[in-house]
């Protein structure tokens, strides 16, 4: 794949829309630049301090949105040995777009469970992803 750098992760400010009874808080849309396509949408939860690492997607391309919790992602650019840090959560309402071809984990830095939301371009497929243990990629978490 060559050499990776961050500059496809993009963090784009989300809109929260106060209501009455509950907000409303937008995720993606298809007039978005990070839009590609639709492949699917999933949840995950992490836990108060839990985290889960690492994974690299060699085709999916990720839209990370935290509604619910706090979240700390960690990108790692394998050639150059450099990290990249990102919080988002409830309040810090954002969009991590994170390209293909990039090692990433996660750890839950709110009390409660945190919610994580991926909206990507592809079908998730095990034969895309590739994973190393939390310890073969050193970082202070």
């Not at 750098?5 to 106060?18: A, H």
């Not at 590609?36 to 999916?60: C, D, L, P, Q």
């Not at 939301?117 to 310890?135: C, G, P, Q, T, W």
């Amino acid at each position: 794949m060559g050499s990776m750098n961050f500059s496809g992760i993009s963090v784009t400010k989300l809109p929260r829309i106060e209501v009455v009874g509950g907000d409303v808080l937008h995720a993606l849309k298809e007039t978005d630049l990070d839009f590609h396509t639709f492949g699917e949408a999933y949840f995950s939860f992490v836990n108060y301090n839990h985290i889960k690492a690492w994974k690299k997607h060699n085709e999916m391309t990720m839209n990370l949105i935290v509604p619910i919790g706090k979240v700390k992602f960690v990108f790692f650019n394998n050639f150059k040995k450099e990290f990249l840090t990102h919080v988002i959560g409830n309040k810090n309402y954002a969009r991590i777009a994170v390209p293909p071809g990039i090692w990433f984990g996660f750890k839950g830095i709110a009390k409660e469970p945190s919610l994580i939301l991926n909206i990507s371009n592809i079908l998730h497929d095990n034969n895309e992803v590739e994973r190393k243990d939390i310890k073969e990629i050193k970082f202070n978490w």
